[in-house]
């Protein structure tokens, strides 16, 4: 009887559960040895990581902390950015005057200025000042959470998630990484061995904002949504609404694993025993200098090398006229109604478009076109700038869903090479292209057409 009571149990245990309990009996075993076996002198210091991972791994309080820890992140590179952001820009600006004066020196024609000058130096230059300051700081911050020993236990609370949507837990990690460069976290969803779900990892992974999205996501909510506050609660009604949108960002990605596991990449989750290491006190100046110089410089020199010849072409595109418009502005003629569908206009469409190869140069494209100047632009200071953008007929709206776009569009061009190294299929790098698109076409349109329904602007 005792036999067939242990057989008719062992049927009911799913395989999860019973994996479940295997790895559980596994580990108090191996913690009983260790309690028989050693004694401990400093017994505070060896319960610390079992204390800790009681609230940060904790069902209530786990996912409370993430989302603190990651609006304690972001606060701190908007607060921190802002000032060497402004100062770079500066310097490059006042910069910008001694090369121009050489090419007046050098008589060389304006076709060379333009080119060198006003698209290739401002183009570049914008990125640089966009990108470092965030960089510098976003980067140190998160090694250090990393060194700490906390990334794990994030990979452990989403783990349940990824179960459920059936992708792997391990996509955690690679998302996390997408938060600093999009094109780096698809090499490493090597680290997920099944291609299944290596494949759900790759073709979500967009929906995480990375570093060349800070800058036009940091800006448009700092004008639009934090507008009537001022100094640090100004910071943080960013924050909060930068959180906001990246916690969106997440969402999306869980339902479109979900989607994609339920259709195109068909199959049951991989299972995997993620092994905590225990809490250990950061190297702050090694972790430091490596994430600032070593993680800050290549993503910068990547962005500089793709927006270089973007920025180029977008002088080419405003100079080159047809009759007695630019070859711009018959683009951005030409998707005024679509963008006017999903509230925003045919400057930013073509902005994203002629953005594809870096996700950086798409602001000052807008501003360039904005202000019909022939070259990327940068303006005196942030009232400027939202004057500029009300002046266009802007709205909270218009921000709210610009900032969404972003999110939600195709990959830059650097992250679409990789998914093709990486898959060597054609098909999938499409996939990659047309899913977000999609959805970034989706979500605005639904916003735009429910907020004029009501009547709410």
Known sequence: MEMEQLYKEAQTLSTAKLRDDIVQQLYERSHQLCREGITYTKS????????????????????????????????ITIAGANVPSSMLAEFFGSLEKYITSV???LNA?????????????????????????????FFPTFALLENYGYLPRVAFNLDRIFKKVGA?????????????????????????????????????????????????????????????????????????????????GILVTFFVSWALSKTALRGIPTHYTLELPPYRRPKIFDTVIRSSVTKSWSVLVRAVKVAAPAAILTWVFANIYIGDTSILMHA?????PFGKLLGLDGYIMMAFILGLPANEIVFPILLMGYLSTGALTEVDSMTDLRNI???????????????LFSLLH?????????IYKETKSIKWTFVSFAIPTVIAIIVPLVITQTVKYLGLI
């Open 103 to 105: 090419f007046t020196y």
């Open 44 to 75: 505070k210091r060896d319960t610390r990581t079992e204390k800790l991972d009681a609230f940060l791994t904790s069902p209530i309080f786990g996912f409370p902390i993430m989302i603190a820890i990651l609006g304690l992140i972001f606060y």
């Open 410 to 418: 195709y990959p830059c061009g650097t992250t679409l090479i990789n």
């Open 168 to 248: 792997h837990g391990k996509q955690s990690l690679t998302m996390a990484m997408g938060f600093g460069c999009n094109a780096a976290a698809v090499i490493s969803t090597r680290i997920i061995e099944s291609p299944r779900e290596r494949m759900l990892a790759i073709l979500t992974n967009n929906f995480v904002p990375c570093n060349g999205r800070w800058g036009t996501l940091i800006v448009l909510a700092s004008l639009f949504m934090a507008a009537n506050f001022t100094n640090g609660v100004k910071s943080l009604v960013t924050t909060g609404v930068i959180v906001g949108i990246v916690l969106f």
């Open 109 to 137: 024609p304006d076709w060379l200025n333009g080119i060198l000058v006003l698209g290739l130096y401002r183009g570049t230059t914008w990125v640089i000042s966009v990108m470092l300051p965030p960089m510098a700081i």
């Open 332 to 336: 951005v003629n030409f998707l005024d």
């Open 389 to 403: 953008l009300v002046n266009h007929g802007w709205t909270w709206l218009t921000a709210l869903n610009m900032m």
